[in-house]
């Protein structure tokens, strides 16, 4: 591919896997710091002798793209605030301990059923000067006042350090915040906080405002909530709202992309804007100046949204776009697309782990490198045809590209895309359009009424439409098994199909052969792989007990009838299933005793009665049943004692005291997460 012929696209590609390199490898600043300066020393020494033409210019080539690897990892290793000695996190030497920090409010994220959640950046801990990002959950009951981004708070409570899921194959949150630098969490109730008066005024703060004045005037407009909540997430970037049925439909239909402020919406804006000025005469002052208003707006919108991932991506290119566009300049959409990943990258490396980013990303790609492809197969020439192709090929370009990544992460494909989006599509524009004008409005005063309304039903025309393309269900697609290396896999054979279609010969053909055998060897290792397993897993539940044995692809479930019942829709089941590429064949309700390769199980629920004429391995303690256990160790001698979320805290206490006396090992899934025996 020719795009790959540009030296940025590979200077970007190797920067790119010096900051997976860095988060992977886990690499000190001292090892980074050490590594760029060799390369740096290497670079300016080949440099020179190739400038002399003493040394062939393909070895100066091979050391700067070295360079731009140790430049990636050091840029990861720099924003990772794990490294800053004034971090708190280095301060959390003790568990079960409170601490006293002062924090500002950056971010508001979606609410639980009992807490307000925020990011908080951290001024002071324990009186001392500190730094660094957390998780903070106020909870929501007695709290009188509205906190506000910019607000400093001092709160008093136990600082929790992100632990592993605790069942097997779960989406990795707390992984998952680190990789934004948010090291632990802090649960604190109304009494714990104390509010100071100030407030820290950053970019944050005025967003945040903006926003809720925005918001209350669009509110003051009597615009309906439901409809209110979308618009605030199709033009302000604000989900944290949505109801879960809203959010559901999108996602079963194939739109929850538009729910996301990102190069649609950014697009869109900038075809408005540049609309509006189309009236200012056609030389060079008026171009910059045509520039520097779509600039300035495009990065307005940017701040209002929160400057979330997607925004700040698709701002960032569609700048460079704006200015190709109005300074005459030739643009090639391809550097467009490196440059602003190179920049974004270089501020805040962790954007690369974000899924948005990543979808984003390789959407655009294809759209770029595919839509004109697929346009050339047909070429209507009414303009309405058009239209209506334009917005087809868009939309298959884009879902080639993303599907792959969608599996991966959601394992669920939406048949009616195509339908989707080409209803959708038009929609959005005219929303967009008509939306931008209402936000406008909504900054200085409440929104005309005929305006509001006009949104508003364009808004629950579009819920509605999505809403009839979700029902059919038989068109999603869900429950996709799909490993990390079968997704390159797919990929591959996706790149060597599109690279062969373009212009075939024999060379393409067999790179696309090849990579069809790397995608059937990647799944026969995984099918040989799981077919060779046989595993007995205690899962973590705080209301019910349920237990599989995995033998290869075939699953047995013991648990209660209500758990039996409704195992199809057990999302802890389902992941499980999922990853290990097996289904439930067989379910049995649970009873007293279980056997696994050669080891006994006992199960003591809530009737506390047990057998006595056996001789238990493991002991799993269900339902919180009230037994002496120091009796029951005496009797048994058990290898291990496991106590699953269903029981009582303070009876999880007490069996572990006795444990520790006969030291006897105890495992509490609350604490330590499912409990697993793998069959040798």
């Known amino acids: 591919m020719k795009v790959f012929r540009f030296p940025l696209a590979r200077i970007t590609i190797y920067f790119v896997l010096g900051i997976l390199f860095a988060t992977y490898a886990k690499i000190t600043p001292q090892t980074t710091f050490c590594l760029l300066s060799i390369s740096v020393v290497l670079f300016l020494i080949f440099y020179f002798f190739a400038n002399k033409n003493f040394i062939q210019k393909a070895y100066f080539g091979i050391f700067t793209f070295f360079l731009s690897f140790v430049i990636g990892a050091t840029t990861q290793v720099v924003h990772n605030d794990y490294f800053q000695k004034d971090n708190y996190i280095h301060f959390c030497t003790t568990e079960n301990k409170n601490y006293l920090l002062e924090v500002t409010l950056r971010e508001k994220l979606k609410s639980s059923n009992f807490n307000n959640r925020y990011i908080a950046v951290v001024n002071r801990f324990d009186n001392e000067k500190s730094s660094g990002k957390l998780l903070l959950n106020i909870e929501k009951e007695g709290l009188k006042t509205d906190l506000e981004i910019g607000n400093t708070l001092l709160i008093e409570g136990e600082i929790y350090q992100h632990k592993k899921p605790n069942n097997p194959n779960q989406f990795d949150y707390g992984k998952y915040l680190t990789t934004k630098s948010i090291l632990a969490q802090m649960y604190v109730g109304v009494s714990d906080l104390k509010i100071n008066t100030a407030l820290d005024k950053s970019i944050w703060y005025?967003?945040?405002?903006l926003r809720k004045r925005i918001i209350e005037n669009l509110q003051k407009s009597n615009f309906n909530s439901q409809e209110l909540n979308?618009?605030?997430?199709?033009?302000?970037?604000?989900?944290?709202?949505?109801?879960?049925?809203?959010?559901?439909?999108?996602q079963f239909a194939?739109?929850?992309?538009?729910?996301?402020?990102?190069?649609?919406?950014?697009?869109?804006?900038?075809l408005f804007i540049n609309f509006l000025l189309l009236r200012l005469p056609k030389n060079k002052m008026a171009n910059l100046a045509r520039f520097f208003i779509i600039f300035f707006s495009l990065w307005g919108f940017a701040i209002i949204a929160g400057l979330?991932?997607?925004?700040v991506r698709s701002v960032t290119m569609f700048?460079?776009?704006a200015g190709g566009i109005c300074l005459k300049r030739e643009t090639n959409i391809f550097h467009t697309l490196l440059v602003s990943l190179l920049l974004i990258l270089i501020v805040s490396p962790s954007f690369l782990f974000d899924v948005g980013f990543q979808l984003s990303y390789v959407s655009l790609f294809f759209i770029v490198w595919l839509q004109p492809l697929f346009k050339q197969l047909w070429q209507p020439k009414n303009w309405f045809t058009k239209g209506f192709w334009d917005i087809l090929t868009v939309s298959f370009a884009a879902q080639i590209g993303a599907f792959p990544l969608s599996i991966y992460y959601f394992h669920q494909f939406p048949g009616l895309f195509f339908l989707t989006n080409l209803v959708i599509l038009p929609a959005v524009g005219l929303i967009m359009a008509v939306g931008v004008?209402?936000?406008?409005?909504?900054?200085?005063?409440?929104?005309?009424?005929?305006?509001?309304?006009?949104?508003?039903?364009?808004v629950f025309t579009m819920n509605w439409t999505i809403g009839k393309i979700a029902s059919v269900e038989q068109f999603i697609i869900q429950d996709i098994p799909l490993n990390i290396w079968m997704l390159f896999a797919l990929y591959l054979i996706i790149i060597a199909v599109v690279v062969w279609f373009k212009k075939p010969n024999f060379t393409k053909l067999i790179f696309a052969l090849i990579a069809i055998f790397l995608f059937q060897?990647?799944?026969?290792?995984?099918?040989?792989?799981?077919?060779?397993?046989?595993?007995?897993?205690?899962?973590h539940s705080k209301k019910n007990t349920f237990i599989t044995e995995r033998t290869g692809e075939k699953v047995t479930l013991f648990a209660n009838d209500s758990i039996l019942k409704n195992a199809d829709k057990n999302g802890t089941l389902k992941s499980y299933l999922i990853a290990n590429f097996s289904a439930i064949t067989k379910k049995e309700k649970l009873g007293n005793l279980?056997?696994?390769?050669?080891?006994?199980?006992?199960?003591?629920d809530s009737s506390g009665i047990y057998p006595k004429k056996i001789n238990p391995n493991i002991v799993v303690i269900t339902q919180s049943p009230k037994i002496n256990l120091d009796r029951l160790l005496t009797f048994y001698h058990p290898k291990v004692i496991i106590a699953n979320g269903s029981n009582f805290k303070s009876y999880v206490q007490r069996w572990k005291t006795s444990c520790a006396k006969m030291n006897i090992p105890f495992h509490a899934t609350a604490e330590k997460g499912f409990y697993k025996i793998e069959r040798n």
């Open 230 to 250: 979308v618009v605030v997430a199709l033009i302000l970037g604000q989900q944290q709202d949505i109801s879960p049925e809203i959010l559901h439909d999108y």
């Open 206 to 209: 005025y967003s945040a405002k």
């Open 308 to 311: 979330s991932p997607s925004v």
């Open 254 to 270: 194939g739109a929850v992309h538009i729910l996301s402020v990102s190069g649609l919406h950014v697009g869109y804006l900038l």
């Open 521 to 539: 060897i990647s799944y026969f290792t995984t099918h040989y792989t799981n077919q060779n397993q046989q595993e007995w897993i205690v899962f």
């Open 594 to 604: 279980l056997f696994f390769d050669k080891t006994t199980i006992l199960i003591v």
């Open 437 to 458: 004008l209402v936000m406008i409005i909504a900054i200085f005063s409440p929104v005309w009424i005929v305006l509001s309304k006009t949104l508003e039903h364009l």
């Open 319 to 321: 700048s460079f776009v």
